[in-house]
């Protein structure tokens, strides 16, 4: 077919165009695409000006895949009935996918003005996400979401990007507003379970996540099992598992399946959880490494499993998941002759009001310009007073909301990074897919996710000699740098209050208290806390973070309590925001194991609570020691469950000294290196620098200690 664009003004058919219309669309209805196309050509080869044949060319063309005589239909459309608002629409849609953005935001406006409000709003909205602009695109969806509240589709581009924006609230207004029927559409239905289990409504998500995956079961029994699947003990139904392992691929909701596992684990149901994400992980579709990164995330917190089963579980993961590198980078283009610095690039979605933001910055802002050029790689879709406190420390800042993993490598090629720094793991908006390319010559993790990345393109795992102990190589797919001193770099967030007494002096009683993320808190946990609790008479025990504040969870807890021995009335089990003034509430802290707890264990110092650790798998397990060693508090770790019980009685007997210990530790942790930003990053930029050196001189990456610089 010709790809002018006609100019004339548009005609109505004739009898025989009209017939001849009527075949292609019979054509088309019996899946004959390529005859119903030709048909409609022979009509335009009588008269090109028949607006209703380069209509009825539409649909065939996109189901031949036939991408730029698609366009050329449409153009014509929009040229003979410039107030077709559906062809407008579909002509910015193709024009954004074939990255004409200027092209496609007129066609988009133009649509809107014809009438096709909806279509021509979501395309602005998904124009904005392709470049990046989340805020707009929200605002966009809104708009179409306005213009058709009706349909699934456009509440599901509103919903997916508050949740890129935190606009929980929102979203929760909009769920709330829309029909039952709405609600019932399997990709509303997910959509809503991610709102839910980010505001902590933990049991309408996972009754959402079962809604969406039943929606793709065709047995009805099958899908009835599925839908009422959670059991009030927080583990799926036996019927619910029995379907779901009889399902075929096509009838897995992948997404549904992977973040319902999510959920289940914190429910404590493990085994539950990795089953349904393995499943997930395991299925050839686009964005599997996002759905790997669950199962991973899940894996290291699972209480069970052994740390080699745990390597074993990422080594399957590398191997599932394989992308091809970039050409090497030639050593001889980035010599240091002149002494130029290294330019370091740092790669997180943690920039901004989060506790990962508490460990990077005291660190950025204190990096020698002279020794270390710091880049940004900023994964934000909002930034807050965090992110421009941070800003400035860096060289660059370069945004990569939106930005391709080709697009991504090229940045990081283009502004000569010597080392480029993963700061997230497998947590959520990593860009690990991109550093599997290779774009730095040399590749680290550090602090936002403390375990390996099981990736073969990071060259390093920046850790310490406690929680990454001599013999656990075989732990990391990365070569291990241990740096002498705890690994992370903390200051606190302005405004905290003063340490008080330790309460007891005051209630009566002990108050033991965890504000750690409910994952962490497993069957084995509550045991060892059971047995805490039944050592010291009339002490409390406050649990304290969001996914506490749902009552099905509390229940569950309260409920397992309930069966080692221990009443409701000792236990305090919430969540309040702002956690500072609940440190002034409890005495000592419980460490959780195998997986420690991360933040509140250096908030806890700083609030002068002494917190009782256990040592488990390396490394996530051993972060409370390599903490409590570098404040100077070696009696505070155990090396088993019975010991760990026994050191927390141990402290708890004694109130007076338990005071004494709370009035010195704010002081202890302030004096050593955790709060000391230049001594630690000092000795971070050796480490950059012993492992730019071996790359400079044809040296495979290997793990090395690193001594603190005099």
Not at 20 to 40: C, N, P
Not at 658 to 676: E, F, G, H, N, V
Request: one cysteine or more.
């Amino acid at each position: 077919m010709s790809r002018t664009q006609t100019t004339a003004a548009a005609v109505a058919p004739d009898a025989a165009a009209t017939a001849a219309l009527r075949q292609s669309a019979a054509l088309l209805a019996a899946g004959r695409a390529e005859d119903a196309a030709s048909v409609a050509v022979g009509v335009l080869q009588r008269d090109n000006r028949i607006v209703d044949a380069w209509r009825a060319l539409v649909a065939p063309l996109r189901q031949l895949g036939r991408g730029q005589d698609l366009v050329t239909a449409l153009e014509n459309v929009c040229a003979l009935a410039p107030t077709d608002g559906d062809a407008w629409a579909a002509l910015a849609g193709e024009w954004r996918q074939r990255g004409l953005a200027e092209k496609a935001e007129a066609a988009a406006q133009r649509a809107i003005a014809a009438g096709a409000a909806a279509e021509g709003w979501r395309q602005t909205g998904l124009l904005a996400i392709g470049s990046g602009r989340i805020t707009d695109a929200a605002a966009a969806f809104e708009r179409a979401w306005q213009a058709a509240p009706g349909d699934a589709g456009m509440v599901v581009n509103l919903l997916n990007s508050l949740v890129e924006l935190r606009g929980f609230g929102r979203a929760l207004e909009i769920l709330d507003a829309l029909p039952p029927a709405v609600l019932e559409d399997a990709d509303v239905a997910y959509v809503a379970g991610v709102v839910y289990r980010h505001r902590g409504r933990l049991e309408e998500s996972v009754r959402c996540y079962l809604r969406a995956m039943a929606s793709r079961v065709e047995a009805a029994d099958a899908a009835a099992a599925v839908r009422d699947g959670l059991g009030a003990d927080g583990r799926l139904t036996p019927a619910c598992r029995a379907a779901v392992a009889g399902l075929p691929d096509a009838q897995v909701h992948a997404p549904a399946f992977g973040e319902l596992g999510s959920v289940l684990a914190v429910f404590r149901a493990f085994d539950d959880a990795m089953t349904l994400m393995e499943r997930a992980a395991a299925l050839p579709a686009t964005r599997q490494e996002r759905r790997s990164d669950s199962l991973l995330f899940c894996a290291n917190y699972h209480p069970d499993l052994t740390a080699d089963e745990i390597r074993e579980i990422y080594r399957r993961y590398e191997d599932r998941t394989r992308v091809p590198a970039l050409p090497a980078i030639d050593p001889a283009d980035r010599r240091r002759a002149d002494g130029r610095p290294l330019r370091v690039g740092y790669v997180s979605p943690d920039f901004r009001g989060h506790s990962c933001a508490q460990f990077i910055e005291p660190v950025v802002a204190a990096h020698d310009p002279a020794a270390v050029e710091v880049v940004a790689y900023a994964e934000l879709s909002q930034p807050d007073e965090v992110t421009e406190r941070i800003r400035p420390h860096f060289a660059a800042w370069r945004p990569t909301v939106g930005v391709s993993d080709e697009a991504f490598c090229r940045q990081v090629r283009d502004d000569g990074i010597d080392i480029l720094v993963d700061l997230a793991g497998h947590t959520t908006r990593n860009r690990l897919q991109a550093m599997r390319r290779r774009p730095a010559p040399v590749q680290a993790t550090w602090i936002g996710y403390c375990f390996t990345t099981g990736l073969e393109a990071i060259d390093y795992y920046i850790g310490d000699a406690v929680s990454a102990p001599a013999g656990s190589d075989h732990l990391f797919a990365e070569k291990v740098v241990r740096l002498p001193f705890v690994l992370g770099c903390y200051t606190p967030p302005p405004g905290t209050p003063e340490p008080v007494p330790t309460p007891a002096l005051a209630a009566g009683h002990v108050t033991f208290g965890c504000l750690s993320r409910a994952i962490r808190v497993n069957d084995r946990v509550l045991g060892a806390w059971a047995q805490i609790l039944h050592r010291v008479p009339d002490s409390r025990l406050v649990l304290n973070s969001r996914h506490f504040g749902d009552p099905f969870l509390a229940r569950l807890t309260v409920a397992k309590f309930g069966s080692l021995g221990i009443a409701p009335e000792r236990l305090d089990i919430g969540f309040t925001r702002g956690a500072w003034d609940l440190y002034n509430r409890i005495d000592i802290l419980l460490d959780c194991f195998p997986h420690n707890s991360g933040t509140t264990t250096f908030e806890a110092f700083w609030m002068g609570v002494p917190v009782v650790t256990v040592t488990d798998r390396p490394p996530a397990g051993r972060l409370g020691a390599a903490v409590a060693n570098t404040v100077g508090h070696p009696e505070l770790i155990a090396y088993s469950e019975r010991e760990y019980v026994e050191v927390a009685a141990r402290l708890a007997g004694d109130v007076a000294a338990l005071d004494a210990l709370r009035q010195s530790l704010r002081p202890a942790i302030a004096a050593s290196p955790i709060m000391d930003a230049r001594r630690f990053v000092r000795t971070l930029e050796a480490a950059y620098g012993t492992m730019f050196d071996r790359w400079q001189n044809g040296l495979p990456p290997a793990s090395f200690s690193v001594a603190e610089p005099r």
